[in-house]
Every structure is written in structure tokens, then in C-alpha cells.
């Protein structure tokens, strides 16, 4: 129902910033939670950030509160992630995920996009 194409990885330098894109194609995307997600090289993935339907809520992992923020815009079909003080530990792949409805376990989460890469430097 929902296709999801992150976009803004790259290479920065540890205290730099970055901001993700996850492009939506549905037509109901306002009906969608959306989380991000990360996967480092030999580690599980883990949690993020999440946002509501309409942006009303939004939930952080304790490792990124202060530096990260989440946001989107419906009528663009569009979640952000902005990320502020990056640190080397933040390098991973990040993915969006959507699932109708509230936020919630990450098992629940049923479209995933392919992930973009973030590498911070030291």
C-alpha cells in the first residue's frame, strides 16, 4: 500500500548534521506512522525515532534525545530526520518503516524503505 525510499545519508564529520528524507507513494500516507530505524555494521537493528499520523507525538531513543528531531509533512508524503551532533557511533544504515494507524513495536512496522547510509567521521 505504501512504498518508502529514504534519501540524505552521507559522509559527515563527528559534530556535523544531516537531515533524511523517507519519500512515501501512497495516497493515504497521513494514515501511517512512521519510525526510523538503524543498523550498525555487526550490531542488531535498533529504535530510533517515531511519529504519528498527524506529527502529534513523537517518541525518541534515549541515544539520540537532544540531537535528533523527527517531523513530517503529509501533503509532501514526506518524514524527516533531522540530526544534529553527530557522533561516530551514529554511523549506520537508516531506514523509515510505516505502519497503519499508532506507532508502535517495531515488529509491527510493515513497509520498509531500502535504508540510506550515514557515516560519521572522528
Known amino acids: 500500500q505504501v512504498r518508502l525510499v529514504e534519501s540524505g545519508g552521507g559522509l559527515v564529520q563527528a559534530g556535523g548534521s544531516l537531515r533524511l528524507s523517507c519519500a512515501a507513494s501512497?495516497?493515504?500516507?497521513?494514515?501511517?506512522?512512521v519510525g526510523w530505524f538503524r543498523q550498525a555494521p555487526g550490531k542488531d537493528r535498533e529504535f530510533v525515532a517515531a511519529?504519528?499520523?498527524?506529527?502529534?507525538?513523537?517518541y525518541f531513543a534515549d541515544s539520540v534525545k537532544g540531537r535528533f528531531a523527527i517531523s513530517r509533512d503529509n501533503a509532501k508524503n514526506t518524514v524527516y530526520l533531522q540530526m544534529n551532533s553527530l557522533k561516530p557511533e551514529d554511523t549506520a544504515v537508516y531506514y523509515c518503516?510505516?505502519?497503519?494507524?499508532?506507532?508502535?513495536?517495531?515488529?509491527?512496522?510493515?513497509?520498509w524503505g531500502q535504508g540510506t547510509q550515514v557515516t560519521v567521521s572522528s
Open positions: 518503516a510505516a505502519k497503519p494507524g499508532l506507532v508502535g513495536r517495531e515488529s509491527d512496522y510493515d513497509y
Open positions: 511519529i504519528s499520523r498527524n506529527g502529534g507525538s513523537i
Open positions: 501512497g495516497r493515504t500516507f497521513s494514515r501511517y506512522a
